[in-house]
């Protein structure tokens, strides 16, 4: 099955320890094959037992990243949309719940004619289904996989041996296996160690699979003797050893990897020839990094009650890091638990900041403090931008403070007299957790005499969604009386989507999450005009 031009398939895996950074060696991988012109799919497997992440804890797991088509997902797929500028899918993304309930449905169904149902052929044959199954979406030069956890993981024994005898089926020319691995640099010994590699290695080749390339992660570049060891020890040539070393930034990954010229490799061994290099598209990821290391910087707070584990706002932090580069400003993100403004008050916290942000998020916890910070942003006219549940607490703190409902909250938090917001109509007889809120892209119309159609300059725009909760329609007219706009609506079901201020420079929300549309060569409209916003706050104090 050696053919020269079959899809070639690249499964990423990881061993020694956990956050290595095998999500954006993968993105980075997938960015160097598109600047060489090939067409390339990017997937996550997931070694999990819950079908997908919409219901993990984000302090355990991070955020849960939401594709147009409503899968939730791991927060990897964040880094292969913010690298190659492409919309993943519910097909980009596969979980060991997934694979079971497949196979567990079709046993149910009697699909198997009443044979043991095993993890070998059953599941291993159904998690080969999934690797392949976009190359029958599209035609792909390249489907790189990334198989979570690491080496060692009971758990990701099924995924490590289909794609063993993924290899053996397809044939080597067809299928690369590249391992992310540690090499420690210990200070008492003031070197570099190869040990915890070979380690891994013995682990992979112990499980029938040999890798083909190295990405061997360390706190600087590896010399060439300590490169010319690990192949010895590891049983792969020297140019298969690839230097991981730390940089400032994620985003200089692909340039790192590119200089190592990872890609030769992986030609070489496929058995294709290098198509032209797009010059271009290196020079200006080249000019974005420049950007990031601006030494001008604007400091803007996020007020959220998950501060302590940033990797939960993880899409945020990164739409900053392109509004930034786009600006030309550095963003210093200044954490705020809004717990802690609702103890001590926003003055304390807020009063050297340009602009504030309020993340989405679930449960009545900080809710008080987080609408403090909004009061505090509206009186003292600082840029603010609200996502999801921030736009829900801008109308809770727009409705006690100006329009004088005292006791207007969400019925997420508590029944009131003034619930300006509530439950979904559509939600309200839906009792499961799992995949069950109003989830993915939807279609936004935009009233052209507003401040959200001069950020995005249209009148029709499509934004991801994941909340069950939403502004009540009967207090609309109340809130246009007293100045708050709502300036984007889902005609469909007649939902608020976006409200700003009408005597405010730039207070603006949205009931969806603006941030996952973020990429690195392209900021999104909303992030790009606040961090703008911001500057000129800044520039007004002085």
Known sequence: ???????????????????????????????????????????????????????????????????DDGAETDLDLGHYERFLDINMSVLNCTTTGQIYNEVIQKER??????????????????????????????????IITEIGGTIGDIESLPFLEAIRQFTMEVGKKNAINIHVTLVPFLKFAGELKTKPTQHSVKNMQELG???????????????????????????????????GYDVLSSYEVPLALYEE???????????????????????????????????????????????????????????FVHAGSANKIKVDLVWIDAEDVEKYGPKKYLENVCGILI???????????????????????????????????????????????????SSEFKNSQYNV????????????????????????????????????KSSKIFERHRHRYEVNNKFRKMFAINGLKISGVYEKNNLVEIIELLNHPFFIAGQFHCELKSRAMKPHPLFFEFVKASLQFEKNKK
């Open 1 to 67: 099955m050696n053919n020269k031009n079959q899809t070639k398939y690249i499964f990423v895996t990881g061993g020694v320890v956990s956050s290595l950074g095998k999500g954006v060696a993968s993105a980075s991988l997938a960015l160097i094959l598109k600047w060489h012109g090939f067409k390339v799919a990017i997937q996550k497997f997931d070694p999990y037992l819950n079908v997908d992440a919409g219901t993990m804890n984000p302090f355990q797991h991070g955020e849960v990243f939401v594709t």
């Open 109 to 142: 169904n009697g699909n198997y004619l009443g044979a043991t149902v095993q993890v070998i052929p059953h599941i291993t044959d159904a998690i080969k289904n999934k690797i392949s199954r976009l190359s029958k979406s599209e035609n792909y030069d390249f």
């Open 209 to 243: 699979i040999q890798p083909d390339i190295l990405i061997c992660r360390s706190e600087c570049n590896l010399s060439l003797d300590l490169k010319k060891k690990i192949s010895l020890f590891c049983n792969i040539e020297t140019e298969d050893v690839i230097g």
């Open 261 to 319: 010229k990872i890609v030769d490799r992986i030609l070489e061994k496929s058995n294709l020839s290098s198509k032209k290099i797009s010059t271009k598209e290196i020079s200006n990821w080249k000019k974005f990094i420049s950007n990031l290391h601006s030494e001008k910087k604007i400091k803007i707070a996020i007020c959220g009650k998950y501060t302590s584990t940033p990797d939960a706002y993880k899409s945020i932090v990164e739409a």
């Open 359 to 409: 993340p989405g998020g679930f449960g009545e916890r900080g809710i008080e403090g987080k609408i403090f910070a909004i009061q505090y942003a509206r009186e003292n006219k600082i840029p603010f931008l609200g996502i999801c549940l921030g736009l829900q607490t801008a109308v809770i703190e727009f409705a006690r403070n100006v329009c004088k409902l005292k006791n207007a909250n």
């Open 421 to 456: 917001i509530h439950l979904i109509d559509s939600q309200k007889k839906i009792n499961s957790k799992g995949g069950t809120m109003r989830l993915g892209s939807s279609e936004i119309k935009i009233e052209k005499n507003s401040l959200a159609y001069s950020i995005y």
